[in-house]
């Protein structure tokens, strides 16, 4: 769940990231001007005590603090965007804390938000707990997709904590994280990002037992590739069977808890048959 950890190519678009011009749509305030100054103790270890030397920004639900103003700049613009449009998307209560984004520059400091994922990985992104940390460095190439996706893991978390179901939490990461990413890089850099899905052979699939009560990540990196794409794909059935306006309720009831996805889409949503075989045919 806090983690990004997509090998599955899906969001698998890069570019050089200093083609982008800096949008800076918020702006950069002292650390005493922010609202909220409760960081968690890897924040907190991240800045080193030093606030100053950071800089910081704040906007409706959204603090964000970067080792670099450009980064600052860029970042915020693109977080602030993205969690409304998840926000849109789910239709989820407001906020009640702001969502908190750490971008980080140096290797070193990068070392330190790996170590207290739980989840470890190829990730240079990573959701601690309505925290997002992600690593970006002027000039490298960089994951469009990777702060969509931690930031639908923010959101979900602050709305709704741990009681979202595995499969549900990271396959609203890989869905929404893309579309509300792709959309964003479209609109505001011109930039249209493709996905690259590797295949999958049919035998590697988990069975829908599997996937369904999954609670924790497979270990096997392989497997969980699978997994990811697994609950990319069952999103994306969903969305197109039920419309992207009934997202929202479904997930709600999902989280609601008390009955499976397949009984709350016979018994609430009048479907006679769920295959979800039908996710994984495209
Ligand atoms: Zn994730």
């Not at 950890?5 to 678009?13: E, K, T």
């Not at 909220?36 to 950071?54: H, I």
């Not at 590797?198 to 590739?225: G, H, I, S």
């Not at 794909?233 to 039920?242: D, H, P």
Request: proline share 4%; hydrophobic share 45%.
């Amino acid at each position: 769940m806090n983690q990004s950890r997509r090998m599955l190519g899906l969001g698998a678009v890069f570019a050089i990231a200093s083609v982008l011009a800096a949008q800076a749509a918020i702006d950069v305030v002292p650390w005493r001007q922010l609202s909220d100054r409760n960081v968690s103790p890897l924040g907190r270890r991240l800045m080193r005590g030093n606030t100053r030397a950071w800089f910081h920004a704040e906007s409706d639900h959204l603090i964000i603090h970067a080792a670099q103003e450009p980064l600052l700049s860029e970042s915020a613009h693109e977080a602030q965007w993205c969690l409304m449009e998840i926000g849109r998307w789910l239709d989820l209560p407001a906020l009640e804390k702001p969502v908190r984004v750490f971008v980080v520059k140096s290797s070193h400091d990068w070392a330190r938000v790996m170590q207290a994922a739980t989840h470890g990985g190829d990730g240079v992104a990573a959701h601690l707990a309505g925290e997002v940390f992600i690593r970006r460095v002027p000039d490298e190439e960089k994951r469009y997709v990777d702060l969509a996706h931690e930031l639908v893991h923010a959101r979900l978390y602050l709305a709704f904590g741990d009681r979202i179901p595995l499969w549900l939490d990271e396959g609203l990461a890989e869905y929404l994280g893309w579309r509300v990413a792709a959309a964003y890089y479209r609109q505001h850099r011109e930039l249209h990002l493709v996905q690259e899905p590797a295949p999958v052979d049919e035998a590697q699939w988990m069975t829908w037992e599997q996937f369904f009560e999954l609670r924790d990540y497979p270990d096997d990196p392989e497997r969980n590739r699978i997994f990811y794409r697994q609950s990319y794909q069952v999103i994306r059935f969903l969305v197109e069977r039920l419309g992207e306006e009934h997202l929202g309720p479904f997930v709600r009831q999902v989280i609601a808890g008390g009955q499976s996805a397949e009984q709350l889409l016979r018994d609430e949503w009048g479907w006679e048959t769920v295959d979800w075989d039908e996710a994984l045919t495209n």
